[in-house]
């Protein structure tokens, strides 16, 4: 097994929660239903932007490696629950460039393979250990 990353957050007595991804620093809140103040992403909020993300990343790998001209690339993302967990995520993606029609199946598949999007349909195994 390879290590992908290593992430360290800190919430130091209250919110927000400080994120380190390798030097970068970002905070993120939690739902006021949480205790947060829901004036910054929150975990969810996160973990959308990452799925979508990753397929706008896909995307752009795909049109760089091919040497295709791309004005932008615009994503949503919206997940609907039922109990406690996201049921289903809901991603699109707006390519504005110049993408050859017969080009559009190959990219459309690439896009699909994007690591996280497969690693949530794939249901990675998640583990955690609490120290007091």
């Given amino acids: 097994m390879i290590l992908l990353?290593?992430?360290?957050?800190?919430?130091?007595?209250?919110?927000?929660?400080?994120?380190?991804?390798?030097?970068?620093?970002?905070?993120?809140?939690?739902?006021?239903?949480?205790?947060?103040?829901?004036?910054?992403?929150?975990?969810t909020d996160w973990f959308l932007a990452?799925?979508?993300?990753?397929?706008?990343?896909?995307?752009m790998g795909f049109i760089k490696?091919?040497?295709?001209?791309?004005?932008?690339?615009?994503?949503t993302a919206e997940a609907c629950k039922s109990t406690s967990q996201c049921e289903s995520i809901d991603v699109k993606l707006a390519i504005d460039g110049d993408i050859p029609e017969e080009m559009r199946p190959a990219l459309d598949k690439f896009i699909s393979a994007c690591f996280v999007g497969q690693t949530v349909k794939n249901g990675a195994k998640v583990t955690f250990e609490v120290t007091y």
Avoid: F, Q, W
Wanted: charged residues 20%.
């Fill in 5 to 43: 990353g290593n992430v360290k957050l800190t919430l130091n007595g209250d919110y927000p929660i400080h994120v380190d991804i390798d030097g970068i620093k970002v905070d993120m809140d939690a739902p006021e239903t949480l205790g947060g103040g829901a004036s910054l992403p929150n975990p």
């Fill in 50 to 59: 990452s799925v979508a993300a990753c397929k706008i990343a896909y995307a």
């Fill in 65 to 75: 490696r091919r040497g295709l001209t791309v004005n932008s690339i615009t994503a």
